[in-house]
């Protein structure tokens, strides 16, 4: 059986150099659509300012008048001492090493240099780290059980500061199923905090979606009757935007599913400096990489040991919508007289009230409306009627926000 059995490690400057630095780095961390901050200095502070007002003065012919100093605002970024592990039969591992490098046409299978072997191993072992940390930046939570739980992510964060003053995070409820994504987009920018709307001029503007509304966005657009559309609809798009302003599909959908006290969809407009992931491998001890084969249990082992963390800075410049919250009915249909219902709700963190209300068939209330009970999801109460047709139930966010849905 071929197996690879030379040990890699990686610490202090090749760690760098060699293995972090070109992933958080380049186009790659540009289309993340955030601020990727490497190695900063410790304490990792995330800065932003704001520039002065009117500078301008009359002049004379001493003196000084000038004005304040320009506005700074900063943030400490929290860093989590995290550890990647991830471990491979010894047969599997070398086939997927062999197959990355069976895809280069320079290379001469024949005579593998020990450098393509480690370029090939480090690939592998870096795209399974990005895509980790990328996962966490958006979905972590740190009193969460399981995956995604190293560091608390921007959902966490922005959810957890949503409000209706200056100083918290703007954020409506939408529904997916009623709303076209061109009107969400809309409703973003005409519901953004002035100041954020002002940095426009500068291009540093971005909308960061969840997939469902991203492909929702793109159909719309391959639906307009000109050829340009047409065109696209067949060639594919390179990225999309709204009014100059790009949109990035943010790619969770596959752990948002895994991860249900989050709602299931959102969007944000926000500037692409107010957002930052940090990662240190040099401020603290321990960090490092290594790769090795263990001949007892016939397994290749990778190991990554550094820190990370993430937060954004300014709550007005961020304009935000979550949706997602559609209930699923798990009790038997309430009757004409009522009964017992139970609903399954995602996204249930941010949901402050469910209250279920019986409707007749013309449209009309029938009995009280009940406030629904729920844990980790699910809710339930008896209803009280002499016509229920349906049930309408009323989703109360925590931050004011309520949508409706019939059940």
């Not at 700074?72 to 592990?85: C, D, H, N, P, T």
């Not at 780290?129 to 992510?153: H, K, N, V, Y």
């Given at each position: 059986m071929a197996k690879i059995e030379n040990p890699k490690n990686y610490s202090g400057r090749d760690l760098?150099?060699?293995?972090?630095?070109?992933?958080?780095?380049?186009?790659?961390?540009?289309?993340?659509?955030?601020?990727?901050?490497?190695?900063?200095?410790?304490?990792?502070?995330?800065?932003?300012?704001?520039?002065?007002?009117?500078?301008l003065q009359k002049y004379t012919a001493a003196g000084w008048k000038g004005g304040d100093a320009a506005t700074?605002?900063?943030?400490?970024?929290?860093?989590?001492?995290?550890?990647?592990?991830?471990?491979?039969?010894?047969?599997d591992y070398f086939n997927m090493v062999y197959e990355l490098i069976t895809g280069r046409p320079d290379v001469n299978l024949d005579d593998l240099t020990?450098?393509?072997?480690?370029?090939?191993?480090?690939?592998?072992?870096?795209?399974?780290?990005?895509?980790?940390?990328?996962?966490?930046?958006?979905?972590?939570?740190?009193?969460?059980?399981?995956?995604?739980?190293?560091?608390?992510?921007?959902?966490?964060?922005?959810?957890?500061?949503?409000?209706?003053?200056?100083?918290?995070?703007?954020?409506?409820?939408?529904?997916?199923?009623?709303?076209?994504?061109?009107?969400?987009?809309k409703r973003l920018w005409d519901e953004a905090p002035d100041v954020l709307r002002a940095f426009k001029p500068q291009g540093e503007l971005v909308y960061l979606v969840t997939s469902d509304i991203y492909a929702r966005y793109e159909e719309e657009l391959d639906g307009v009757a000109l050829e340009a559309a047409y065109l696209a609809k067949q060639n594919g798009r390179e990225g999309l935007s709204f009014r100059g302003i790009p949109v990035i599909d943010i790619q969770v959908a596959p752990y948002l599913r895994s991860c249900p006290e989050l709602p299931q969809s959102f969007a944000l407009l926000t500037d692409r400096r107010n957002l930052a992931l940090a990662v240190n491998t040099a401020d603290f001890p321990g960090t490092e990489v290594r790769m090795w084969y263990n001949p007892d249990q016939m397994e290749n082992r990778q190991r990554a040991v550094f820190m990370a963390g993430c937060d954004y800075l300014l709550p007005e410049l961020v304009s935000m919508a979550a949706g997602g919250f559609d209930p699923e009915?798990?009790?038997?249909?309430?009757?004409?007289?009522?009964?017992?219902?139970?609903?399954?709700?995602?996204?249930?963190?941010?949901?402050?009230?469910?209250?279920a209300q019986g409707v007749k068939a013309d449209g009309k209330t029938d009995g009280e409306p009940v406030v629904l009970s729920g844990e980790k999801g699910t809710y339930g109460g008896t209803l009280a009627g002499t016509a229920i047709d349906r049930v309408r139930l009323t989703i109360e966010l925590q931050n004011g926000a309520s949508l409706e849905y019939t059940v």
């Open positions: 760098e150099t060699i293995f972090f630095r070109p992933m958080l780095s380049g186009p790659d961390a540009r289309a993340l659509g955030i601020k990727v901050m490497y190695n900063t200095p410790v304490p990792t502070t995330l800065q932003f300012w704001k520039r002065a007002g009117d500078i700074k605002y900063s943030k400490q970024i929290a860093l989590s001492k995290v550890k990647a592990e991830a471990g491979y039969s010894a047969e020990g450098t393509e072997l480690e370029a090939a191993e480090t690939a592998l072992f870096k795209e399974a780290i990005a895509e980790s940390i990328r996962a966490t930046m958006w979905l972590g939570d740190t009193e969460r059980e399981g995956a995604l739980s190293t560091f608390d992510g921007f959902l966490k964060r922005l959810l957890a500061d949503t409000g209706d003053t200056e100083n918290d995070v703007r954020c409506t409820g939408f529904d997916p199923a009623g709303e076209t994504a061109e009107k969400l987009l009915l798990v009790s038997e249909p309430v009757g004409a007289s009522g009964g017992t219902l139970s609903v399954r709700i995602p996204g249930y963190s941010f949901i402050g009230q469910v209250t």
